[in-house]
């Protein structure tokens, strides 16, 4: 009776040897999903074709994400929104060549394809000041962004200067209705 007492107990400890083996498994799987990367190949380069359009520009909001930092422009009413996006040494506004300064270790020269003012009556549906951050925008704590600065809105387009931590690559997407600016934290993917 006693050696089957004591396999029975042999074989209750290996079963429960098996199955905390098994659930520290399932338990290291899903941290090892969060290390997943964040997506690359954006590149640093030029992005974009025709800025100008004929719908108001009427937001500018940013947000933190795991992989990047996000800045999007509401263009309600519109399709899809022009743009023509590049880093620049300077930003210089496009109306007058005035030299704005940007904070950050480079500056990507944001141009949409949407005015800041109504087209027909010249009212302003934007209330950015030039030279100046971009109201309601406040990019304190973020990874990547490091400064916004309003350069005007001239001839059916709105420029914007985004000041960044480094050269960082970045992607454009067109949403109806709105344009995503997204740039990453780094060049390897990962977070």
Known sequence: MRRIGAT???LVLTGAGSVMA???ADAATPAAARVTACPTGWGSGAKGGATTGAVPLENVRTGRHDCFDRMVFDVPGSGSVGYYVRYVARLTQTATGRYIPVGGGAVLDVRVGAPAYDPETGTPTYPG???RTLPGVNVSGYRTFKDTRYAGSFEGETQIGLGVRARLPFRVT?????????VA?????SR
């Open 8 to 10: 029975m107990a042999a």
């Open 22 to 24: 098994a659930t520290a």
């Open 174 to 182: 067109q949403l109806p209705g709105r344009l995503v600016v997204d």
């Open 129 to 131: 000041r030039v030279g």
């Open 185 to 189: 934290h780094n060049w390897t993917g």
